[in-house]
């Protein structure tokens, strides 16, 4: 999802202790006004939400904000919606009978374990002992032995003892029947649904108003949650997963470059992100530097080049089945040009190339023949232009030139380039020289011609075979 954001200086850290706890593959907070709102009928009966009514927001492009709580704000009561065939959740607050999606969790389940079904939550847990034992945190009941908890670790009151191997496991299914999260998703479900919250279990592969988001893998070596408050000052020491502010940021775990929001991987942003002084493409939150696109920011199209803005490009940018002309990073839609892209010269006609064209386009000074939106060097014909026809010489218009030229079965007078409609003359070509009536050799035409030098010319079949000077 391609979102307007501002840019930062994503190289301040925060250090604070109370900032929400970073979490590398949920959707943070999001703090980007929606540019609109529309009411949703879910018509599909193969979905959990089938006759309900969704507000769904939506940026300044047309893509469905995946988290919602920055723009639509808290509400009293949510109900949580935990889809077993995509291992997803969401949550949904109420405005009347509309219902909001606000956030998504990726979990897993237990399958068949899991039970279906309409449930209350009837209690909730700091720690609970689980099977094993293992222990969870921030832990809500949901039904008999199901709840919400985050992934489990071997000891209890101990957030440094993380099974590795379950986190790595999200988003598949894998428990013994309860429903596992991140600690950081675990917590807000614990601190933000109260008890008798209803939650909604379901296996439908229909729609959703949210994607999946992205799993993400720990090494061994990592074992506490990085979305856990209460153990992030692990990852400052270790330098792994750094709360940051809004933007680009290294993962030294993967060797990636990731853009957060809110503290949070934004693994639903793609768009343009700066970072020391350089523009980056953004694929699902992470740096693409394959990337040779065009990509949408701040109300215009740039021109990325091995995933970086390149602001001195000139030339052609191919994007969703067009060709677009580029001029000084940017998108140009105003142009009415020729582009130079893979040793050839295009027809663009408002910033796009046109491979319909035929006809002159003006570039440096001289008018060019464009056939099927390409120059033609190799043309020597005429060509149409402004009501006018042209005499195109090697691609290039001759406005110099006095001749006949032949087109279309016809031989036609130009002068000064253009073909004069109006000419009854005589003119010459390599064959003789011939009789012109209205612009173009009448090869009908048999009897005399006074020239405006004095002579008469004797004409038979259109070519002026006898001269005789006036007495």
Not at 1 to 22: G, H, S
Not at 118 to 147: D, E, N
Not at 348 to 363: E, H, I, K, P, S
């Amino acid at each position: 999802m391609v979102k307007k954001i501002n840019a930062f200086n994503i190289q301040k850290v925060f250090v604070a202790f109370a900032l929400i706890a970073f979490t590398l593959f949920f959707v943070g907070r999001n703090d980007v006004s929606a540019s609109t709102t529309s009411n949703y009928y879910v018509s599909d009966p193969n979905s959990a939400m089938y006759g309900k009514v969704l507000k769904l927001y939506y940026d300044n492009q047309g893509n469905i904000i995946e988290d919602t709580l920055g723009i639509a704000g808290d509400f009293s009561e949510y109900e949580i919606y935990v889809n077993k065939s995509k291992d997803l959740i969401t949550v949904y607050g109420r405005d009347n009978n509309v219902y909001v999606p606000v956030k998504r969790f990726i979990c897993s389940d237990g399958g068949n374990n899991t039970p279906e079904g309409i449930f209350y939550t009837p209690a909730k847990y700091r720690w609970q002992t689980l099977m094993g034992p293992s222990y969870g945190q921030w832990c809500t009941r949901i039904h008999g032995g199901v709840l919400f908890h985050s992934v489990f670790y071997n000891s209890k009151n101990n957030p440094q003892t993380l099974s590795v191997s379950a986190y790595n496991k999200l988003g598949t299914t894998c428990s013994h029947g309860c429903i596992r999260l991140t600690a950081g998703d675990a917590k807000w479900i614990y601190d933000n649904c109260k008890i008798g919250t209803k939650v909604v279990i379901y296996s439908k592969g229909g729609y959703e108003p949210f994607s999946k988001p992205s799993s993400y893998k720990l090494p061994l070596w990592h074992t506490w949650d990085p979305t856990d408050p209460t153990s992030y000052y692990l990852c400052q020491q270790r330098g792994c997963h750094s709360i940051i502010a809004d933007g680009l940021a290294y993962d030294a775990t993967d060797n990636q470059w990731r853009y957060y929001q809110s503290g949070v991987f934004a693994d639903w942003f793609t768009s343009l992100a700066q970072y020391n002084g350089q523009w980056w493409y953004v694929k699902n939150g992470v740096i693409d530097f394959n990337a040779n696109t065009l990509a949408y920011y701040n109300n215009n199209w740039w021109y990325v080049r091995n995933g970086r803005v390149d602001f001195n490009a000139n030339t052609l940018g191919y994007y969703n089945n067009n060709w677009w002309y580029v001029r000084n990073g940017r998108v140009d839609f105003s142009a009415n040009t020729l582009g130079y892209y893979n040793n050839s010269w295009w027809y663009v006609r408002n910033g796009c190339v046109d491979f319909n064209a035929n006809t002159l386009g003006y570039y440096n000074n001289n008018w060019w023949y464009v056939r099927n939106g390409r120059v033609d060097f190799n043309a020597n014909t005429l060509g149409y232009y402004n009501n006018n026809w042209w005499y195109v010489k090697n691609g290039c218009v001759d406005f110099n030139v006095n001749t006949l030229v032949y087109y279309n079965n016809n031989w036609w007078y130009v002068i000064n380039g253009h073909v004069d409609f109006t000419a009854n003359t005589i003119a010459k070509n390599e064959k003789g020289l011939w009789y012109v009536n209205n612009g173009v050799v009448d090869f009908g035409y048999n009897g005399t011609f006074d020239g405006l030098d004095g002579k008469i010319y004797y004409i038979k079949n259109g070519l002026v075979y006898q001269i005789d000077e006036v007495e």
